[in-house]
């Protein structure tokens, strides 16, 4: 039974290890803001690092657990394997100038469900796309380092990667109202309401794949999101009934989480979306100091001391990017 279809998209997790690294690949060069630095609570000597759009709407989060020592993971069957970000319609040509400029490779220039897409990896290795999709109404970061009229409008879907595509089906259609939206050889998209950005998701059956191994560079898990909690407790108690194994609500401060795995080993939360990033801190203040829970702020002179320092300067105003075709030299 399906209690409510999910609004899209809440956030992706990742692992990644250097943070110093993380926040300027994905503040300078995909031009993300940093809207939040506050520390994983279950692990609080490392950091938790919220990116997206100016306000880190909800469907426009990718977040990153740094473990400066973790190894290298594994993509594979059972995970999310790919995490791809919308830009508008004929922006991949100043993508393409603005990637390459920064020595940051082009892995794959694709036609996928007749949207352009840009595959590239971050400096951990983990598979992002950048989809040219036409319609995409959210904003960008207006004060970003990227043009506006290119600016990543926030996240568009996710690549589940599966042994066995059966349970998976069943779980997105029977208990998370997803719908089948296209079908070919070995993938399939689904979507909710409109299945527009950040409604998607794409699933590929890959039976004889290597099971994937969950560390740096790969994706941790993806949130679905709830209007409300109240909502949300009623998902969590028709999984429960179901036969899932779900976690309690948990309280993350700036929205409150249930999770679960899928059939295939990914796993899941349902994310409220209140009560937002500027819970703790004004819109304009958003991401420049770690913020701690009240439970952890008694521990904020030792939770410090094992935190390396990050440096956010000044981001660089590249309006004046060369267009496709010509050589931009900037760094």
């Not at 490392?46 to 290298?72: Q, S, V």
Request: hydrophobic fraction near 35%.
């Amino acid at each position: 039974m399906t209690i409510a279809q999910p609004l899209g998209m809440h956030h992706v997790t990742a692992i990644a290890t250097d943070p110093q690294r993380n926040v300027d690949f994905y503040r300078e060069v995909l031009g993300l803001r940093l809207v939040k630095q506050t520390v994983n609570y279950d692990a609080p000597d490392t950091y938790h690092l919220y990116y997206g759009d100016e306000a880190g709407h909800p469907g426009t989060i990718l977040t990153f657990f740094p473990w400066p020592n973790a190894p290298r993971g594994r993509r594979g069957t059972g995970q999310a394997t790919t995490t791809a970000f919308s830009v508008p319609e004929g922006s991949l040509g100043y993508w393409q100038q603005r990637l390459r400029a920064r020595g940051v490779e082009i892995i794959e220039q694709a036609t996928r469900e007749s949207d352009d897409v840009l595959a590239l990896a971050d400096p951990d290795g983990l598979r992002l796309e950048l989809v040219a999709h036409p319609g995409d109404r959210r904003a960008g970061w207006p004060d970003g380092p990227v043009p506006v009229e290119h600016a990543v409008r926030g996240l568009f879907g996710v690549v589940l990667t599966e042994g066995a595509m059966e349970g998976t089906d069943a779980m997105l259609r029977e208990r998370l109202g997803f719908q089948v939206v296209e079908e070919a050889p070995g993938r399939t998209r689904y979507g909710v309401g409109d299945a527009a950005p950040g409604r998607v998701v794409d699933v590929v059956a890959d039976p004889r794949g290597q099971q994937g191994l969950t560390a740096a560079g790969t994706v941790h898990h993806i949130a679905w999101r709830a209007p409300d909690r109240d909502i949300q407790r009623a998902w969590r108690e028709a999984l429960v009934e179901a036969g899932v194994t779900v976690t309690p609500i948990i309280d993350r401060q700036y929205f409150e989480s249930i999770y679960f795995r899928e059939p295939g080993g990914v796993l899941l939360e349902i994310a409220t979306d209140p009560p937002g990033f500027t819970r703790d801190e004004p819109l304009l203040e958003l991401g420049r100091r770690l913020r701690l829970p009240p439970w952890l702020e008694p521990r904020r002179e030792a939770i410090e001391a094992l935190l390396p320092p990050l440096k956010l300067g000044e981001l660089g105003d590249d309006a004046g990017d060369s267009p496709a075709g010509e050589t931009d030299s900037t760094q």
